[in-house]
């Protein structure tokens, strides 16, 4: 399986080091009612509340606080996700946007989605421009929305830019060859200033998502990726 290159897009593919604007431009009113939305980094976003419907969580979330999808009302305050950063967040909504006319899936849509590895070029340029290690994030961050489409995207997107695969082993490699990344960090290096041990962790690919990842695939299907 070559990996496929975006010749239209100006930055690098996955190693663009570009800043990203901080939030996301208001919506119009055509859009429906709006929810806001806070990262971590206290970085808000706004949705259309019935896209914010198709995460998991936030639709937990609003059913706690006594909100229901059919009501069509938001909350007059943001929803505070203390575990997503500002640069996943804004992925996730950009996302959305891009499957905005896209009903919630049904669980066998869901698995005929995994099926042919569906990913459209909208998203495939999304996640162009997201770093190795804002990748990693963004699969915790699918996951702990409670975004199952989302995730298949993402799984689609990254066996799309490894070469040819032959063992799990691939994919841990292609994320821990990240420009800059270090694989063995000494203790004299996590002493330095401005290193850290935790960092240098959280990006590599966890068990759970080679797992995910090779058990979602599987090597016999090499290639098989339809783009809408």
Not at 162 to 183: L, M, Y
Not at 200 to 217: G, I, K, N, W
Request: aromatic share 6%; proline share 8%; with cysteine.
């Amino acid at each position: 399986m070559a990996r496929r290159k975006n010749k239209n897009s100006k930055a690098a593919p996955v190693n663009s080091t570009e800043e990203r604007p901080k939030s996301t431009p208001p919506a119009t009113q055509e859009d429906g009612p709006m929810i806001l939305i806070q990262s971590s980094d206290d970085q808000m976003f706004q949705t259309p509340l019935k896209s914010a419907y198709k995460m998991g969580e936030v639709k937990t979330m609003l059913e706690s606080l006594g909100f229901h999808p059919d009501d069509g009302v938001a909350p007059p305050f943001p929803l505070p996700f203390m575990s997503v950063s500002g640069p996943s967040l804004k992925v996730i909504v950009e996302w959305l946007k891009i499957h905005e006319n896209r009903e919630p899936l049904s669980p066998e849509q869901l698995c005929q989605l995994r099926t042919k590895n569906i990913i459209t070029d909208a998203d495939v340029q999304l996640l162009d421009n997201c770093t190795r290690s804002e990748l990693l994030d963004l699969r915790n961050t699918g996951c702990f929305l409670d975004m199952p489409a989302f995730v298949s995207t993402w799984t689609t997107y990254i066996a799309m830019q490894v070469d040819a695969p032959r063992n799990s082993q691939d994919f841990t490699d292609w994320f821990e060859a990240a420009p800059g990344r270090r694989r063995n960090q000494s203790e004299s290096d996590a002493d330095q200033p401005g290193t850290s041990a935790a960092v240098e962790d959280a990006e590599v690919l966890s068990p759970e998502a080679l797992t995910h990842l090779v058990a979602y695939l599987g090597f016999g299907r090499r290639g098989n990726h339809a783009r809408k």
